[in-house]
């Protein structure tokens, strides 16, 4: 295997959710130069969130008693907030009126969420559309085949107490599970980035655009952003038909913030260090990740041990004023 300078092993092997450009792609140019010519990846501008419309379970539980829970239909007002989603998803990949932009839609194969993508799609030119595909690992988490509406409010009484993220449902899924086939997902659409499946030409913005439900969505987001658990304990659910834009900022980052408010990150229930991070990302520039990435540090460690040994005070080189210039390398 031949070698590479570590600025190229760093463009091959990747930084962050991402992974890398492929070997033919110049070190950081996917993430700063979006649709340079020559470059191996070119990223999507938007990627969007979005959780299905109005359901016949959401305005009454017994339906699932009697409805496997993948043909729940949409309510007629979910077609309705389908429809409006979709002039909101339209006027957001819009914005810029001299921009080329296409789309491209996944969306999570139980009827409410395929019922969704039509509602959303009546908004769409037909040359604005790349394409759409059903997938499977953004479906509904699974609380078990048809529900006893009693028993079931027992138990979402008992995941409160447990936790979120961690607590199974009887012949069921965890939120842990739903996070395992998210990251599963990624990996897949990755290769679809690399292997140009969802590109057009060199001018024209992609947008993704995923038609999935509130659970499996912000798993996504804590999966792409790297949020702890306890962080995604603190989130609150979509709203029927709620969507949420991760936008590619100048530096190579994805930030909700280059799209919604700070305002509305809180309503959403991210912790003022989320949203520092999220700011961070907005104006990120990859190259200096090491030195200037918000990793959440303190949310692991709160005592520092920062009293330099006095082996290693006698390497350290000062100039006239005591303050350290560098340290001597030990023998």
């Not at 996917?30 to 340079?36: D, I, Y």
């Not at 379970?57 to 409006?84: F, K, W």
């Not at 990624?186 to 057009?200: T, V």
């Not at 918000?294 to 006698?314: H, L, M, Q």
Request: some cysteine; proline content about 4%; hydrophobic content about 35%.
């Amino acid at each position: 295997m031949s070698s590479s300078s570590p600025k190229t092993a760093a463009a091959s092997q990747g930084e962050g959710e991402g992974g890398g450009g492929g070997k033919d792609s110049c070190a950081f140019c996917e993430m700063t130069k979006q649709h340079a010519a020559g470059c191996a990846r070119r990223l999507p501008k938007r990627i969007i969130l979005v959780r299905h419309g109005e359901s016949q379970g959401n305005l009454d539980m017994s339906a699932y008693s009697t409805t496997p829970d993948y043909r729940i239909p949409l309510t007629p007002r979910g077609v309705e907030q389908a429809r409006a989603a979709g002039r909101g998803i339209l006027d957001a990949v819009s914005s810029s009126p001299d921009a080329n932009w296409k789309v491209y839609f996944y969306v999570s194969p139980y009827e409410r969420t395929r019922a969704t993508l039509r509602g959303i799609g009546a908004a769409f030119p037909r040359h604005r559309v790349i394409g759409a595909r059903e997938e499977c690992r953004v479906r509904e988490q699974d609380f078990g085949n048809f529900q006893v509406e009693e028993r079931m409010r027992a138990i979402k009484e008992t995941r409160e107490r447990f936790g979120r993220f961690f607590f199974r449902f009887p012949e069921g899924e965890s939120a842990a599970d739903v996070f395992d086939r998210v990251a599963s997902f990624l990996e897949s659409l990755w290769r679809d980035i690399d292997n140009g499946r969802l590109d057009q030409s060199i001018g024209c913005e992609t947008n993704l655009v995923i038609v999935s439900h509130g659970l499996t969505s912000r798993v996504f987001m804590m999966k792409w952003f790297k949020w702890t658990v306890e962080q995604f304990e603190r989130l609150n659910n979509f709203d029927n038909c709620e969507f949420r834009v991760m936008q590619l900022g100048p530096g190579g980052e994805y930030s909700l913030l280059m799209h919604h408010t700070k305002e509305e990150l809180e309503g959403w229930g991210l912790s003022p260090e989320m949203i520092t991070d999220q700011q961070w990302r907005a104006s990120a520039n990859r190259r200096s990740w090491a030195e200037e990435c918000s990793s959440f540090i303190a949310t692991f460690f709160d005592n520092w041990n920062d009293d330099t040994p006095e082996e290693e005070k006698d390497t350290q080189e000062k100039d006239d004023d005591g303050k350290i210039i560098k340290s001597l390398e030990l023998p």
